[in-house]
């Protein structure tokens, strides 16, 4: 089993639509989640980013993490066509200096 | 602020020539990554500096990755010789500090 679980999509979805975006992981000891999206020949650039267990609410972008499930999430409220990307999630764990470990990232299409 | 910068942005060479990849991340930023991204995956963490010393270089294949980080500052990803497998886009990352990363718009190499 991969450290990080995440479907590959592709999502398409009308313009105004919510997007639910997931990942699975299987260390206990990953404290620290992120959203990264990715342009297509672009790297990735920083989204969210929450510690532990809870909810993170920034315009129209939420993040939720569930430990006790292993299970993390990102919603984009009013989809935009500007949206369409790649979604990277990542984690690590407490310590200082060790390694992001992505997930393969969910390819999102919106379209206008 | 200017960001992390990579260069070239394309490369092809033929298996078991040689290549190799510079970057020049955010002033200021001690932390400095390399990752390995392959089509549909995500980046894959080759090696870690902390100014000019290695935190982790776990994952890099040491009999032909070579990395240098030249003065805690700029850094140098080598290459030598090159498998059709290392077909990726390279991309550098810096951080002051280990959670929030900065990337750079990468190197795709397409080894033929």
């Known amino acids: ?112 | 602020e200017a960001g992390v910068a990579q260069s070239p942005r394309y490369k092809i060479i033929e298996k078991r020539q040689s290549v190799a990849f510079w970057c020049n991340p955010i002033s200021g930023h001690a932390t400095l990554y390399w990752y390995q991204q392959i089509l549909g995956q995500g980046p894959k963490l080759l090696i870690q500096f902390q100014n000019n010393g290695v935190v982790d270089d776990s994952q890099l294949p040491k009999d032909r990755f070579s990395a240098e980080r030249l003065k805690g500052v700029d850094s140098t990803l080598k290459i030598q010789p090159a498998k059709l497998e290392d077909s990726a886009v390279y991309l550098c990352a810096s951080s002051p500090h280990s959670e929030k990363l900065f990337f750079g718009s990468g190197t795709q190499l397409s080894v033929l």
Request: contains cysteine.
């Open chain 1, 1 to 112: 089993q991969k450290e990080v679980e995440q479907d590959p999509g592709p999502l398409s979805v009308p313009e105004g639509a919510i997007v639910s975006l997931n990942c699975t992981y299987s260390n206990s000891a990953f404290q620290y989640f992120m959203w990264y999206r990715q342009y297509s020949r672009k790297g990735p650039e920083l989204l969210m980013y929450t510690y532990s267990s809870g909810n993170k609410e920034d315009g129209r972008f939420t993040a939720q993490v569930d430990k006790s499930s292993k299970y993390i999430s990102l919603f984009i409220r009013d989809s935009q066509p500007s949206d369409s990307a790649t979604y990277l999630c990542a984690m690590r764990k407490n310590q200082a200096g060790t390694a992001l470990i992505f997930g393969k990232g969910t390819t999102l299409s919106v379209s206008s």
